[in-house]
């Protein structure tokens, strides 16, 4: 059985830095896999807004390239999302997702063969 658990999240003043991380269970974060991060803002759908392909290339949806980094340890399973110069839009709830990922992931969670966290918290204070 998958297991993924975020941790990280709370709240920070605008301009500030957090970092999200995820471990993963049952489901390898290594070099090929599929896995990164989506953002539900309050009551608005979910966005993917990073990712590994399965060749390893990172890549961002545009509100947040050049201030999250997406990042992975192989050998701790985890992966993790650094989030600097955060902004008040960037308030959502965060979930890690792997699998068959897609830049239009539905909250309702209806996409086969592809896992979630639980998800967490993260309030950007303007």
């Known amino acids: 059985e998958v297991y993924l658990a975020e941790s990280g999240g709370g709240w920070v003043q605008a301009g500030g830095s957090l970092r999200l991380s995820c471990t993963g269970t049952?489901?390898?974060?290594?070099?090929?896999?599929?896995i990164g991060w989506v953002r539900q803002p309050p009551a608005e759908e979910c966005d993917l807004i990073a990712r590994?392909?399965?060749?390893?290339?990172?890549r961002y949806l545009s509100p947040v390239e050049g201030r999250f980094i997406i990042s992975r340890d192989i050998e701790k399973n985890t992966m993790y999302l650094q989030m600097n110069k955060l902004k008040p839009e960037d308030t959502g709830m965060y979930f890690c997702v792997a699998g068959d990922i897609t830049w239009t992931m539905d909250c309702g969670r209806s996409r086969p063969n592809t896992y979630w966290g639980q998800g967490i918290q993260v309030t950007v204070a303007s």
């Open positions: 590994f392909y399965g060749d390893g290339t990172p």
């Open positions: 049952g489901y390898s974060f290594g070099k090929f896999s599929e």
